[in-house]
T-cell receptor
Framework: GAVVSQHPSWVICKSGTSVKIECRSL??????MFWYRQFPKQSLMLMAT?????????EQGVEKDKFLINHASLTLSTLTVTSAHPEDSSFYIC???????????FGPGTRLTVL | AQRVTQPEKLLSVFKGAPVELKCNYS??????LFWYVQYSRQRLQLLLR??SRESIKGFTADLNKGETSFHLKKPFAQEEDSAMYYC????????????FGKGTHLIIQP
């Protein structure tokens, strides 16, 4: 149990376009979902926390207008990278957590390459 | 601000030898500490959390508040333990995102 999926697993896009990444909890209801970013050979950095039905909370330095997060249901959160640029190329990983067990379960990640 | 430090990028030990992966943290309150593991080409998975005080796959970790450490230990390493290990903390108080260390790549040599 406690499986989290992400789609797509990798995406290549042109500079200036927008890309949407989906994060789904397959067998549990995720009251909270988290989005992380991982640069090559670096650790995961928390970008934002989203609770179902409310606005996401962004970490300092993360542009909320650039990284749009929607958590409209208990099983789906989306991250949209708007007007992507090459510096947005990274590995984006989501995690999901339900209640009462508060362990975070991680998705497999999405590799974004912006040309 | 909270911080997690894993001083070793790479740790190589022989099969059957003891393993200790170091983790130190800085946080003024009472954090919740975790160890996550990432095997090759797989997603991050939870290995241990300090509040449950359990042993998983032979690994244990004790929270030492005086030394602000949460080192991961295993008495006898196995080849299947080769993976990337991340120490992480949650600050609590409603801010539940994980703060990760940079990770230690553990290689178990036959």
């Amino acid at each position: 149990g406690a499986v989290v999926s992400q789609h797509p697993s990798w995406v290549i896009c042109k500079s200036g376009t927008s890309v949407k990444i989906e994060c789904r909890s397959l067998d549990f209801q995720a009251t909270t979902m988290f989005w992380y970013r991982q640069f090559p050979k670096q650790s995961l950095m928390l970008m934002a926390t989203s609770n179902e039905g409310s606005k996401a909370t962004y970490e300092q330095g993360v542009e909320k207008d650039k990284f749009l997060i929607n958590h409209a249901s208990l099983t789906l959160s989306t991250l949209t990278v708007t007007s992507a640029h090459p510096e947005d190329s990274s590995f984006y990983i989501c995690s999901a957590r339900g209640d009462p067990v508060r362990t975070q379960y991680f998705g497999p990640g999405t590799r974004l390459t912006v040309l | 601000a909270q911080r997690v430090t894993q001083p070793e990028k790479l740790l190589s030990v022989f099969k059957g030898a003891p393993v200790e992966l170091k983790c130190n943290y800085s946080y003024s309150g009472s954090p919740e500490l975790f160890w996550y593991v990432q095997y090759s080409r797989q997603r991050l998975q939870l290995l241990l959390r300090h509040i449950s005080r359990e042993s998983i796959k032979g690994f244990t970790a004790d929270l030492n508040k005086g030394e602000t450490s949460f080192h991961l230990k295993k008495p006898f390493a196995q080849e299947e333990d080769s993976a990337m290990y991340y120490c992480a903390l949650v600050s609590g108080g409603g801010a539940d995102g994980l703060t990760f260390g940079k990770g230690t790549h553990l290689i178990i040599q036959p």
